[in-house]
Each structure stands twice: as C-alpha cells, then as structure tokens.
C-alpha cells in the first residue's frame, strides 16, 4: 500500500510538472509576455505550486526552450556551401532574430529577469555564441594566425550585434518595424565582419 501510494504521488508530481511545462511551451510559441502568474493559470495550479517546481521563471523558460532553436550548422544550412564569413554572419544575425521575435515575450522576460538578478544569466541560452563561431569556421584558423585579437574582438562585437537586446533597442528605443530592426542589426553585422577580415588582410 505505501509503495502504491508513493508511486501515485510520484506520478502526480511529475502530471504537474509536465502540465506546467507545456503550460510554458504553449506560453512561448505565442509570442505574448511569459509570466509565472499566466504560467501556473494556464496549467491549472497555484503559482505558489509552479515555484516548488521550478525556482525562477529564468530556469523555466530555460527548461522549455531546451531543443527549441536548432544546432548552429542546422540553422546556417542555406549558407552552409557559402566560405563567405560576411554572407554567413549575415544569415545568422537573421536567423537569430526573427526566431527571437517569435518568441519575443519569453526572451524579453529572460533579459529582464537575468538583468535585475545577474547571479541567474547562465540560465539564459547562449543561442547567439555558437551561431556566431560557425558563421566564423571558414576563417578562423586562418584569422587566428593572423591577427588573434581582431578575432576576439570581432567575436565581441558580433555578440552585440546578434542579438536580441540590439533588437529590442532597434524597436523599442528607435521606432523601427521588426523587418527594418532586422535589416539594420544585419548590416551593421555584416560592415564590422568585413571590416575586421580587411584589417586582418583576409579580404580585399
């Protein structure tokens, strides 16, 4: 009997779990604002339960994204015959964009969250690094040799640029619609990576 009864609320435990999970998957596949409130209505439990489940609402929205953005070479598959790195960053800058503006209400509460409580930013997904590393992989090595801190600061500059804070910059503070952000977070992408290939004599 108390093996029945501890493997029922075992099972009731992980019921809730998985309700509040799709909860957050449906949440973030709107688009709209991500909140623990909305999250635990929408699952049908007490917020006060959501949080015995998961500690923060950075470490949910963590959880649920898991597997939600595809691998880098996946992502740049349409440029991936392209040794262009202007070309590839470009497509990359793109892509990261216009899939954080489908799910724009929980990358918006992941900065928001991370930015008052900096102790939590690991659990933010570090999607824009490893795109940024394969748009990069046709001249690495060969930048490396060349001029090794030009690289790395390329790479800094890029992860301003590729990303979701420059986004909402670009529509928030500055007025743009979401296609003319994406255009001007692209183009300022692709002038600093061809900038630095020049200044490291890797391209003419």
């Known amino acids: ?30 688009g709209r604002e991500v909140t623990m409130p909305e999250i635990a209505r929408r699952s049908l439990v007490s917020e006060a339960t959501a949080y015995r489940y998961f500690p923060d609402l950075p470490s949910l929205i963590s959880e649920a994204l898991a597997g939600a953005w595809p691998e880098p070479a996946e992502a740049l598959r349409p440029v991936a015959d ?27 509460a992941m900065i928001a969250a991370t930015i008052t409580r900096p102790e939590t930013a690991a659990a933010r997904p570090g999607i824009r690094f490893g795109l ?16 090794p801190e030009g690289l790395a600061q390329l790479e800094r500059d890029l992860a301003v640029t590729v990303s979701a804070e420059a986004l909402f910059c670009l529509t928030d503070l500055c007025g743009l619609a979401p296609d003319e952000a994406i255009a001007s977070a692209v183009r300022t992408a692709s002038t600093l990576t061809a900038a630095a290939l020049r200044t490291a004599a890797l391209r003419p």
Do not use: W, Y
């Open 82 to 108: 392209s040794v262009d790195p202007v070309e590839r960053v470009a497509h990359a800058c793109e892509f990261l964009l216009r899939g954080t503006l489908a799910r724009q209400g929980a990358v918006r």
């Open 132 to 147: 940024i590393d394969h748009a990069l992989a046709p001249v690495r090595e060969a930048f490396a040799a060349a001029d």
């Open 1 to 30: 009997m108390t093996t029945q009864a501890g493997t029922g609320r075992s099972n009731q435990k992980q019921r809730t779990r998985t309700a509040i999970m799709t909860a957050a998957r449906d949440l973030i596949g709107s």
